[in-house]
């Protein structure tokens, strides 16, 4: 009976350990770059404190003889850098990282003078030489306020450049286009000169596309669930390398110190619908 058990209880882990193999990192993301003074000369042993404004959790580093920094292992969200150093002026810089960026952040600093004095820079970076991926990224707002059928965000997917196709044709054997509630989706989305047979879609880190039906998406979250999604369609990350044509990642919203929640309603109006040629009023 002991042995049993033991076998039993092997089995279960080795079980675990494979459908946990499947899984890929969420907080994926990074943050880098150089601190300077005026002249634009970096500022060696520059303290720098990065904080999630959502959850006020922070971390700190110092930036080596050059000046330069990073944070690696990040989630998608709200960041304020804080930036100081000897003889310097506290800098405070806010940004918004997405998933599996690669975020550069210069930090220029100024001099301190008698009075104490905070900069805070809020613009982002018109050209981030640090990231290399060609994707299309749409957040939480954006979503909110495009039209999607069924209120179904993967819809979206034919947006992104080098993406061709009609979206989302049914779901899975039975099902109508843009049903969110059905557990299997088929795309007629596709990139590289690849089929959609190639796309993988991902949830958080976690693989939802069919093993049994290749291209299939078999979970479709709820939209306002949704942070960020993205669309990738070369030079993604590695962990990706099922997926040849179309990585679609979907990112959930994360906690916050204080209490937060939705409610939401949308209606739409089947009289409002483009005709076609059979289509009499």
């Given amino acids: 009976m002991k042995q049993y058990l033991r076998h039993t209880a092997l089995f279960k882990l080795l079980l675990f350990l494979c459908a946990a193999a499947a899984c890929f990192g969420?907080?994926?993301?990074?943050?880098?770059?150089?601190?300077?003074?005026?002249?634009?000369?970096?500022?060696?042993?520059a303290s720098v404190t990065l904080r999630n404004t959502a959850t006020s959790v922070s971390q700190q580093t110092i930036a080596d003889s050059s000046g330069n920094y990073r944070f690696v292992s990040l989630g998608p969200g709200s960041y304020e850098i804080t930036a100081t150093g000897t003889g310097f002026a506290k800098t405070n810089t806010t940004i918004t990282l997405t998933a599996g960026q690669n975020l550069n952040v210069p930090v220029q600093l100024t001099l301190a003078n008698a009075s104490t004095s905070v900069v805070?820079?809020?613009a982002a970076p018109v050209i981030d030489t640090a990231e290399t991926r060609n994707e299309a990224t749409i957040q939480?707002?954006?979503?909110?306020?495009?039209p999607?059928?069924?209120?179904?965000?993967i819809s979206l997917v034919t947006l992104a450049p080098g993406v061709s196709g009609r979206g989302l044709v049914g779901s899975g054997v039975q099902g109508a286009a843009g049903d969110n509630f059905s557990t299997e989706q088929s795309v007629d989305?596709?990139?590289?000169?690849?089929?959609?047979?190639?796309?993988?879609?991902?949830?958080?880190?976690?693989?939802v596309t069919s093993n049994i039906r290749p291209g299939v998406v078999n979970l479709s979250p709820?939209?306002?669930?949704?942070?960020?999604?993205?669309?990738a369609v070369n030079t993604f990350s590695t962990q990706y390398g099922r997926g040849s044509s179309v990585v679609y990642t979907m990112t959930t919203k994360s906690g916050a110190d204080q209490f937060h929640g939705l409610v939401s309603d949308y209606f739409t109006y089947q009289g409002f619908y483009a005709g076609t040629d059979f289509t009499h009023s």
């Fill in 26 to 45: 969420q907080f994926n993301s990074s943050i880098q770059g150089t601190i300077t003074d005026p002249s634009g000369a970096g500022v060696g042993k």
């Fill in 189 to 207: 989305a596709s990139a590289n000169g690849r089929s959609s047979n190639a796309n993988m879609y991902v949830v958080d880190g976690l693989d």
């Fill in 222 to 231: 709820n939209p306002d669930s949704i942070q960020e999604e993205t669309t």
């Fill in 148 to 153: 999607l059928s069924g209120r179904n965000m």
């Fill in 120 to 122: 805070v820079t809020g």
């Fill in 140 to 146: 939480q707002k954006e979503l909110n306020a495009v």
